[in-house]
């Protein structure tokens, strides 16, 4: 059997970081084994998807393809720093406006702290205001103005949430939030949208608003620490 034949053979036995060690050794040991031939059944064992991106661009090879597609699967699994704003360092204030009225249907400030989190930890948050002297029933739920803003405590910082108009009777609002860029840029890898519904009683009387933060991906609400991340990109200066 002719040396590279040999070589041939116990390439085919070689795991992929031994192969990709073994490449560094010379310019021929580069080339045999960064073969399609090899990597093809590797690529397609580990990234089925990723290896069909061959038939799109037949200059890739299948080494190539592997590499990039270990290098995103090492990023999926990389777990995020925690976030260094907390829930508690946050005052969430809203208010809805009506045409109709001289004064706010509903005008509340609640900090995080007296907030109530969702047992499966998304952040999502139901705001008991039944009790709460600061907004009137209304008549004719019209077309009415919505505003949400968090502030960091002290008031050091705001972000705007939300600021939007809709019809009052349908009691649900969304606007979808900017992408956070530079530092923070990784937080969000889909959009986001900032979400509040209202809760009648009486069939005019606010009882519950429900404010929240969902994924535009899969339309769930993103977990508070996501969340805070975001937040905290706007509310505090980035650490590179």
């Not at 192969?19 to 080339?31: N, Q």
């Not at 038939?55 to 290098?71: D, E, F, K």
């Not at 009225?101 to 139901?126: A, Q, R, Y």
């Not at 405590?153 to 939030?177: A, I």
Request: contains cysteine; proline residues 5%.
């Amino acid at each position: 059997m002719a040396p590279f034949e040999v070589f041939d053979l116990v390439s085919h036995h070689l795991d992929p970081k031994t192969l990709a060690i073994s490449s560094c050794v010379c310019k021929s040991w580069f080339v045999s084994m960064s073969s399609d031939h090899l990597w093809w059944p590797i690529c397609t064992s580990h990234f089925p998807s990723l290896s069909i991106l061959k038939l799109t661009n037949p200059t890739v090879s299948y080494r190539r393809l592997y590499v990039i597609g270990r290098a995103a699967a090492k990023r999926r699994q990389k777990t995020p720093s925690k976030p260094r704003l907390s829930l508690d360092s946050l005052i969430f204030t809203i208010n809805i406006f009506n045409p109709n009225l001289s004064s706010n249907v509903l005008s509340l400030e609640k900090s995080g702290s007296e907030l109530v989190m969702d047992p499966s930890g998304i952040f999502k948050f139901d705001i008991d205001v039944s009790g709460y002297n600061g907004f009137e029933a209304w008549e004719d739920r019209g077309a009415v103005r919505v505003t949400w803003n968090v502030v960091l405590e002290g008031w050091r910082g705001v972000f705007e949430m939300m600021d939007c108009e809709g019809k009052g009777m349908e009691g649900w609002f969304s606007e979808e939030l900017p992408s956070p860029a530079g530092c923070c840029s990784s937080v969000v890898t889909s959009g986001i949208v900032a979400d509040l519904k209202l809760g009648f009683c009486d069939g005019r009387r606010v009882k519950k608003v429900s404010v929240g933060m969902l994924s535009i991906g899969d339309w769930r609400y993103v977990s508070i620490d996501d969340a805070l991340r975001y937040l905290q990109h706007f509310l505090l200066p980035c650490v590179v």
